[in-house]
């Protein structure tokens, strides 16, 4: 079902809902990766296999990214990104306050959903960070070193981030299905890059008051993000409810993995644990 959400600021994001075939268990807020779009392959795949098992899954479309409101692939500051999940999940938890809130988010989304209970964890049952943005990330390591000046000096040009696209997944299909998305944008500014850069230390920085329920999982052979940093942020992560799996030679977007339906299935598990 397509919905739409409006930003405090007056930006309409786009927003879908999957709905389960019985009573779901749980609410999913499911956010998607840079560059990303609410309808991309990755995402449709994932809240269609989540509803499959019980879940009312609610995906939202970032501002700056597919066909939602802002200036492309560019936000003032990160806390643009927080606060549009903040009012979109207490949207969503108005509507069904006794169904638990998961955020399940992907790359940069799975550090968004991470940042996100650092600083509100009140209201939310559990976070499922996948392959977070949590550590080093892939990309030119020059661009990265000039990302602080860039961001102050020219702050909307459109540069190429230097990603390994190709790794996206070993499903050569879903790996072209991926990147032949018309709204897929791989050029992004260097003060969304610089955002995300510092969300990560602080993010890392705030792991030892974390206190949300915390599932992380990392593909091994993911050059994109950095299975390393999202172990790291694990260990220091403050709450006694966490949990982290690796995916032996598992690509960078586990929801369109060859082993997909573990994914899907290793989340569901853990998110009905987490119900009872």
Do not use: C
Not at 1 to 21: H, I, Y
Not at 125 to 134: I, K, Q, R, S
Not at 144 to 170: C, E, F, H, K, W
């Amino acid at each position: 079902m397509t919905q739409s959400f409006k930003t405090n600021d007056g930006l309409e994001l786009r927003a879908r809902v999957n709905e389960p075939k019985d009573t779901p268990r749980a609410k999913i807020i499911l956010v998607h990766g840079i560059g990303d779009q609410v309808d991309g392959v990755p995402y449709k795949t994932a809240a269609e296999a989540l509803a499959a098992r019980g879940f009312q899954v609610h995906r939202l479309e970032l501002r700056g990214h597919g066909t939602s409101g802002g200036e492309k692939m560019y936000i003032e500051a990160w806390h643009d990104f927080r606060n549009d999940l903040h009012s979109f999940a207490q949207n969503i938890i108005s509507q069904s306050p006794s169904l638990p809130l998961f955020l399940v988010g992907i790359s940069m989304g799975g550090l968004l959903v991470t940042n996100y209970a650092a600083h509100f964890p009140d209201d939310i049952a559990g976070v499922v960070a996948v392959a977070p943005a949590l550590g080093d990330t892939g990309g030119s390591p020059i661009l990265r070193a000039l990302l602080p000046v860039l961001s102050r000096l020219t702050p909307r040009i459109r540069v190429d981030a230097g990603l390994d696209l190709a790794r996206l997944t070993r499903d050569p299909q879903l790996q072209k299905e991926y990147l032949d998305d018309p709204l897929y944008q791989a050029k992004i500014t260097p003060r969304i890059a610089a955002e995300l850069l510092a969300t990560i230390q602080e993010t890392r920085a705030r792991a030892p008051q974390f206190r949300v329920p915390l599932f992380i999982l990392h593909g091994t052979a993911d050059t994109i993000t950095s299975p390393k940093g999202s172990y790291e942020f694990y260990e220091m992560a403050a709450v006694q409810d966490k949990t982290y799996k690796r995916y032996e030679g598992a690509y960078h977007n586990l929801f369109v993995e060859t082993n997909r339906a573990e994914i899907y299935d290793d989340i569901a598990n853990w998110i009905n644990a987490h119900t009872k």
